[in-house]
């Protein structure tokens, strides 16, 4: 098995990099959360799940397709998010982030039950926009469209929050109330509705996640479940809060995942978390994080 | 003194409960995954199907009731283990049924072995159940790794696919599915170019199909179950490993993972099936009975396994008149022939094999199908003998002890 040819090398490469496109939006959507709110936001897989079953309903009740799907599936669930934090949240911050992490861990479990329990577990097929199937034979690969596609948009989206964040007065608003946010109140600026719509951002992020994930895998109720550890390793080795680190990490986990799969495939699920473990021993508060 | 005395009662216990119906009530186990990948070719289809056979054979045995209960074993060993020791010890369960995931089967069936109760499996695959680990407490219903093999496996071989790479699910199941048909490629002159594990529940395939690509072999043989099925067959579709000329071979694959794919993704694949809805008047009836209960769901054949199980289980216990000794109701049930009318007339072997025939479909295409769950055309039967394992050749201890 180890002599694997370069060729075949740059197929892994690509696949990982494709399945940590996956990894950065959602790790981005916690990170942002997580710096703003101090919310350790469990429920995100659940969300992200939730996504793709708004594609599906749209798609099966309404005949909207993929593309309007792609818009109004993040706005849904953006909406629901809203109204969590409204709701839910508001109502422990400023409590230990412990708290805010068992709210939305049941709310997950609760999403998932009942969506389980509506749909069965082994999911419903979504199939995949016309104008995206078919691949590009690359010689040491073909490659799909569509997943060309999942890099493309997932990187213009980092990058665009990214650039945001650093470069814009919005941006620059968000940051100061997440360092101090009764200062940047008394500067007139409205701290309550920006966290919510921080939190609807976050969480549409991760809906728009789920409509990529649906034609590729299933619209599933369990497809939160599945990711969201993977994911939430990725936002503690990237640093907690950090929106670059979260990003980073994010492809280069999913390239060291692929890699796995190559050279020793029965440990894909746990390297993840092996090196959670070591970066968390050299650098706790991780790669990216502050340390203090 | 009293601990000498309570454990003299404690041994004396299990003969004064001898040849009665234990506790007035008949308590049947449904131990399987109720939430996880294997939810919907098992899960709450097969509880359901359970009662289906209590009601139908009059909820009552004599003046015992017959009750059913389920738990979820999340697919864990450990899990599955700690709930068969608490159903035996402390809730008074007389049997337990389904019991999907090989490894957790197999931990069952050695429970039930030591407090001398009954396992009836259906979902699970690994054909040791009946070989090296059999247990003359235990039945193995439905199907198993090596009429898989001998099914899907065969046929393949025969239509030309003669050089094999493996996507395997690291586990019991996934092993002796590699196995069992690697046995067959191999005995019919054909070769495996290499074999990959990965690790159950995976959600992307598409790493380790292109490793089967580059392999170059002629046939991809998933020896997985549930949503990694699903799972390997969608990737398979969308990096066109099928129109780059190479051939899936699902192993097991159950109605529900066919639900789930959609016909356009599944179209031409060879099925082994014990069980198909559809296949005459009386699984028809039975179905439509089902899946008035279940949503509209057709019950897949793990599911109809657990109806036919029970069913040939109480006819025991009624027989008997009593549910207290594991082994003698299993002895019970080896001897009298089964009859049901979902799998037909068929026999319960030595080795705890049940035996009947299985069937060869190939998945439909979207323009033949008249609707939903109408997805199977049968290619052939195969005969119980070709089928399953011949029972001088499983190394069950209980078969080679008599000889």
């Keep these: ?292 | 003194m009293n601990a000498r005395i309570a454990l003299l009662l404690a041994l004396a216990l299990p003969f004064s409960a001898s040849a009665e119906i234990t506790g007035k009530v008949i308590k049947i186990g449904v131990l399987n995954d109720q939430s996880g990948l294997y939810a919907d070719l098992a899960g709450a289809g097969s509880v359901m199907a359970a009662k289906m056979a209590a009601e139908d054979s009059g909820g009552k045995i004599g003046d015992a009731t017959i009750e059913v209960i389920f738990a979820d074993h999340q697919n864990k060993p450990d899990v599955g283990s700690n709930i068969a020791r608490q159903w035996y010890d402390v809730d008074g369960v007389d049997v337990i049924v389904d019991v999907p995931t090989s490894s957790v089967a197999l931990a069952v069936s050695q429970i039930t072995r030591e407090k001398n109760k009954v396992f009836l499996g259906s979902s699970p695959g690994t054909s040791d159940l009946t070989g090296k680990a059999c247990s003359p407490n235990t039945i193995h219903w439905t199907y198993d790794t090596y009429a898989l093999a001998h099914t899907t496996g065969s046929a393949v071989v025969q239509t030309g696919g003669d050089t094999w790479f493996f996507l395997t699910a690291d586990y019991a199941f996934g092993q002796a599915l590699e196995r069992d048909t690697a046995a067959v490629v191999t005995s019919s002159g054909g070769k495996v170019l290499g074999s990959v594990k990965h690790p159950l529940n995976t959600t992307d395939f598409s790493s380790f199909l292109l490793q089967a690509q580059s392999s170059k072999a002629k046939v991809i043989g998933l020896a997985n179950a549930g949503g990694d099925t699903i799972n390997s067959i969608k990737a398979a579709a969308e990096f066109g490993i099928v129109r780059g000329g190479q051939k899936l071979a699902g192993l097991l694959v159950f109605l529900s993972d066919i639900h789930s794919l959609g016909l356009s993704t599944a179209q031409g694949l060879f099925v082994s099936e014990s069980f198909y809805w559809d296949r005459d008047d009386k699984t028809r009836a039975f179905s439509k009975r089902y899946a008035q209960r279940m949503n509209g769901r057709m019950p897949t054949m793990a599911q109809a396994g657990v109806y036919s199980a029970v069913l040939h289980y109480l006819k025991a216990v009624k027989a008997l008149k009593s549910d207290s000794d594991g082994r003698a109701v299993v002895e019970q049930m080896k001897k009298t022939p089964t009859d049901d009318p979902v799998f037909g007339k068929g026999s319960i072997r030595q080795d705890g094999r049940k035996l009947h025939p299985m069937y060869l479909y190939e998945v439909k295409k979207p323009s033949e199908s008249k609707g939903p769950w109408d997805y199977y055309n049968l290619v052939k039967e195969v005969p119980p003998d070709q089928a399953f394992r011949p029972l001088d050749k499983g190394e069950c201890p209980l078969v080679t002890a008599q000889k």
């Design chain 1, 1 to 292: 098995m180890l002599a694997v040819p370069i060729q075949a090398l740059f197929g892994q490469l690509l696949i990982g990099l494709i399945n940590g496109s996956f990894y950065a939006l959602l790790s981005l959507g916690l990170a942002i959360i997580f710096g703003l709110l101090n919310v350790i936001n469990f429920c995100h897989g659940a969300l992200y799940m939730l996504g793709a079953f708004v594609a599906w309903f749209l798609l099966e009740k309404a005949g909207i397709g993929y593309w309007p799907a792609l818009i109004l599936a993040p706005l849904a669930v953006g909406m629901i998010g809203v109204l969590i934090e409204r709701t839910l949240l508001r109502r422990i911050s400023g409590l230990d982030p412990l708290y805010g992490l068992l709210l939305t861990f049941g709310l997950a479990l609760i999403l998932q039950g009942l969506f389980s329990n509506w749909f069965g577990s082994s999911g419903m097929p979504y199939e995949m926009p016309s104008q995206l199937l078919g691949g590009q034979a690359l010689g040491f690969m073909f490659l799909p469209n569509y997943r060309v596609w999942v890099i493309a948009i997932s990187l213009v989206l980092c990058l665009g929050t990214w650039a945001v964040i650093e470069g814009t007065r919005l941006g620059s608003w968000l940051r100061a109330a997440t360092e101090n946010a009764p200062l940047v109140s008394a500067f007139g600026i409205n701290v309550p509705r920006m966290v919510t719509i921080t939190y609807a951002f976050g969480v549409g992020l991760a809906a728009l996640g789920g409509v990529l994930a649906a034609p590729i895998y299933r619209v599933s109720p369990l497809m939160g479940a599945d990711l969201i550890i993977v994911v939430f390793a990725v936002v503690v080795i990237g640093g907690m809060g950090s929106i670059l680190g979260s990003i980073v990490t994010g492809f280069i986990l999913g390239i060291l995942e692929g890699l796995t799969k190559v050279f020793y495939p029965e440990a894909s699920n746990t390297v993840i978390f092996v090196v959670m473990a070591i970066v968390l021993l050299v650098r706790p508060a991780g790669l990216f994080g502050k340390q203090t």
